[in-house]
């Protein structure tokens, strides 16, 4: 269906692109996907997700100016060597998942690994395996 759909597409060649890679069996076969990023429409479907493939579908489409992609240092490479005046943007899912780590690491240097509350009577209660809120009537700890 996917490159049934990328044959389809006959629009003015695409400026911005969103290139990632995707499994067709889960560890086996892997494929690149490239969408137009305007139209939201599938443009192509590569075989493999190696960054040769991806150099030979710039090279034909040198008016692109804007490629969102993941981490994959194979695309990064095959952009910058084909197309180096084109933006490289990370995708919305990869830029929310570089900004998670970058709070896990930071939250992790910050905060102590074992965090001791008191209660009402000033005991100190042991939370080593998870911090949480307790609550009681009179006040908010």
């Known amino acids: 269906m996917l490159k049934n759909a990328g044959e389809k597409y006959e629009h003015a060649p695409p400026r911005k692109i969103g290139v990632d890679d995707w499994s067709y069996r889960k560890g086996h076969n892997y494929g690149t996907i490239i969408c137009d990023l305007e139209t939201h429409e599938v443009i192509d479907v ?3 997700r190696d960054g040769e493939t991806l150099k030979k579908w710039l090279r034909e489409h ?5 490629v969102t992609r993941d981490r994959a240092s194979s695309y990064s490479s095959a952009v910058t060597s084909v197309i180096p005046q084109a933006i490289q943007i990370a995708d919305r899912f990869h830029i929310s998942q570089n900004l998670i780590e970058a709070l896990n690491a930071s939250l992790k240097e910050a905060l102590p690994e074992k965090i001791e509350i008191p209660n009402e009577d000033n005991e100190k209660i042991d939370q080593t395996s998870e911090c949480e809120l307790v609550f009681n009537s009179k006040k908010r700890v």
């Open 62 to 66: 040198p008016e692109v100016e804007i």
């Open 46 to 48: 590569l075989e493999g």
